[in-house]
Every structure is written in C-alpha cells, then in structure tokens.
C-alpha cells in the first residue's frame, strides 16, 4: 500500500541523548516535512525538504536536524540542544511543494523524555 | 504567511446532529483544505476546495467558501460518535502551518 511509514511509534529519550526518528514515503513525492504538536495545540513545522538533497527551517528547527539523501527517506534527529522535546512528532509529504498541494501524513512518533 | 483560524476551539454535540465548524483566514487564496485528526493520529486530508468555487460536497461533508469574507465552514450532517476529532483548515499561503483546529466530540 502507498503511504508515509513513521518508526518507531514511541520512543523514550534520555536526556543529552541524540534521537533519530524514520519517515519513509513509497508516494514518489518529492517533497516531506516534520511537525510537532504539543497536547491540545496545533502543529508547528520544524523543517521541509523540496527536493532531494535540500531542505529548509520551519519555525522551530533549532534543536533538530534533518537529511534528504533519498527521496522516499526524511529522517529527522532530535538532538540534546532540544530543551523540551516531549512531543508528538509527524512526518508527512505532498507531491510537489508548490503552495495548495494536499499534504499526506503518517501516524506519527510519540517521544518522550525520561 | 498565513495561517486559518478554526472556530470555535471545541463542540459537543449528540450523536445524529449537524456539526458546523469555520475557518478565517488573512489574504488570498487559490485553494483551501481541510483535514481531520483522530487522537494520537496523523491527519487526513478531507476536502479541497477552489477559490473559484463557493461549495463542495462530499458525502456527509459540506464545505463553503466565502473570498469575500475571507471564510470557510466545514458542515458535518448526521454526525456520527466516529466523527469525533480534530478537524483543521489549511488556506493556500499558509506556508505548510497549522492552527490549533475545532475539537469536535460527538455524544452516543
């Protein structure tokens, strides 16, 4: 089936360690994102990637790092610099990244830290 | 950038009511989306609908659109216990940001 496949669904952290979160796309899109929600808010971006082997800060990249060296792959690593990084974590992508474009989501990565 | 508004925050409502959420937004646009999110869920995409476009059907989902006014409203007909989510708008210009949605429950 197409579709966004996120790993692991959750995940615990300690603190001052680095983590990195999969997102993997079989929808031959060539543009992804992250977000990250907090309970009860919306979803805030942290980076996006148009093409491969670039990407760009959304409004909340520090603390976070990404790579695109495979279209289908956008993993994300939430690093020690990242004060508060209990969240829900989404991954999504959309055809292209022209603005408009219906944007398809995963499940999503509970992280949690310990 | 823009971001839509969702109103109200929450609803409650019985199961077999009309559910009626709306969506602001600042300037022009050439689509707009809405999504739903189910708890601890990515979202889904559930309608698009043009700026040339005033309403859009489908199934039990009816969404308007005013340009003028600069406003959308997402009706969900003879809602169902299942339909409790989240629900958001994503007005073309909104750079790929989400506001905090309509968090609808629907009673049994």
């Known amino acids: 089936d197409g579709g966004i496949t996120q790993s692991p669904k959750y995940l615990f952290r300690k603190e001052g360690q680095n983590v990195t979160l999969s997102c993997e796309q079989n929808?031959?899109?060539?543009?992804m994102y992250w977000y990250r929600q907090d309970p009860g808010q919306g979803l805030r971006l942290i980076y996006y990637s148009q093409i491969v082997n670039d990407f760009q800060k959304g409004d909340i990249a520090e603390g976070y790092s990404v790579s695109r060296e495979k279209k289908e792959s956008f993993p994300l690593t939430v690093t020690s610099a990242q004060k508060n990084p209990t969240a829900f974590y989404l991954c999504a992508s959309s055809p292209t990244g022209s603005d408009g474009n219906t944007i398809y989501f995963g499940e999503g990565s509970w992280l949690t830290v310990v | 950038s823009q971001q839509g508004e969702e109103d109200p925050q929450a609803l409650s409502i019985q199961e077999g009511e009309n559910a009626t959420m709306n969506c602001s937004y600042k300037?022009?646009?050439?689509?707009l989306q809405w999504y739903r999110q189910n708890s601890g869920r990515g979202l889904v995409h559930l309608i698009l609908i043009r700026s040339n476009e005033r309403e859009k059907h489908s199934g039990r989902l009816r969404v308007t659109l005013d340009t003028s006014k600069k406003s959308s409203s997402l009706l969900i007909t003879a809602s169902r216990a299942a339909d409790t989510a989240s629900y958001f708008c994503?007005?073309?210009?909104?750079?790929?940001?989400f506001g905090e949605g309509t968090q609808l429950t629907v009673n049994p």
């Open positions: 300037t022009s646009i050439n689509n």
């Open positions: 929808l031959n899109h060539d543009a």
């Open positions: 994503a007005p073309s210009g909104s750079r790929l940001t």
